[in-house]
């Protein structure tokens, strides 16, 4: 079932996942031509109890089992995949054509890490609003959000000490880890994120409680108290 390479991959895609049946399958399915190209596709199932993980069996290289949180399991599947960069993929993201030699081209040089632009799927009427906000902040803060699709070097992983183990704005505090190192490389090319969450929740509510969380984020309130009264926009 494996069509692991026996050589060491340059790139391993890690997707974290809780409860994603209905969705795992388009997912792997998206991202087997990276893996016909020896990139290798890592899933890090954080104890779902529907069929994620046999569903993604036959589609991944490596199938991991994790203790459950984004940060825990994006770390678990970055310590024990074999690329030498790594690129973190959220079940419902779609990562735009030849992701692997953008990736590569955006990592040559001194830049160690990067993300995506990001288009959210037509789900609600402010949808291209919503992503380009998201893209032009990025650009002016350095600050990249888990749905870019986050990229960057072993090496800038190990020297960062993965993802912080914390239960919101992971991505957030990786970013200015990174930034540290090196600028990230914005790509222009876009990945697609599904509207499910804002489509949930109501497009209006949904925004106005992520900014009000980065808000107080920025503002010092610990990840925790957070994640306990926000829980429902994750």
């Known amino acids: 079932?494996?069509?692991?390479?026996?050589?060491?991959?340059?790139?391993?895609?890690?997707?974290?996942?809780?409860?994603?049946a209905a969705t795992i399958q388009a997912c792997l399915t998206a991202l087997s031509p990276l893996r016909d190209r020896g990139v290798e596709i890592v899933v890090v199932d954080g104890g779902s109890d529907d069929e994620t993980a046999?569903?993604?069996?036959p589609l991944a290289n490596r199938v991991l089992v994790s203790a459950r949180g984004r940060a825990r399991q994006m770390n678990h599947g970055g310590r024990e995949s074999r690329g030498d960069c790594l690129?973190?993929?959220?079940?419902?993201?779609?990562?735009?054509?030849?992701?692997?030699?953008?990736?590569?081209?955006?990592?040559?040089?001194?830049?160690?890490?990067?993300r995506f632009d990001v288009e959210i799927e037509r789900g609600f009427a402010l949808a291209g609003l919503v992503g380009w906000s998201m893209n032009?902040?990025?650009?002016?803060?350095?600050?990249?959000?888990?749905?870019?699709?986050?990229?960057?070097?072993?090496?800038?992983?190990?020297?960062?000490?993965?993802f912080p183990d914390q239960p919101l704005m992971e991505d957030i505090e990786i970013s200015r880890r990174l930034?540290?190192?090196?600028a990230p490389a914005c790509l222009a090319q876009r990945v697609t994120t599904s509207a499910r969450r804002w489509q949930q929740h109501g497009p209006l509510r949904t925004i106005a409680t992520m900014w009000w969380l980065r808000l107080r984020y920025w503002c010092g309130v610990s990840p925790w108290t957070l994640a306990g009264?926000?829980?429902d926009v994750r």
């Open 1 to 20: 079932m494996s069509r692991e390479s026996p050589a060491t991959p340059w790139l391993s895609v890690i997707v974290p996942v809780v409860n994603e």
């Open 54 to 57: 046999a569903l993604a069996h």
């Open 179 to 182: 930034r540290r190192l090196s």
């Open 136 to 162: 032009r902040r990025s650009r002016l803060t350095g600050i990249a959000t888990g749905d870019q699709a986050i990229f960057m070097t072993r090496d800038a992983f190990e020297r960062v000490g993965g």
């Open 87 to 114: 690129v973190f993929v959220h079940a419902d993201t779609r990562l735009p054509d030849r992701a692997d030699r953008l990736i590569d081209v955006a990592l040559k040089g001194p830049t160690c890490w990067g």
């Open 229 to 231: 009264e926000y829980t």
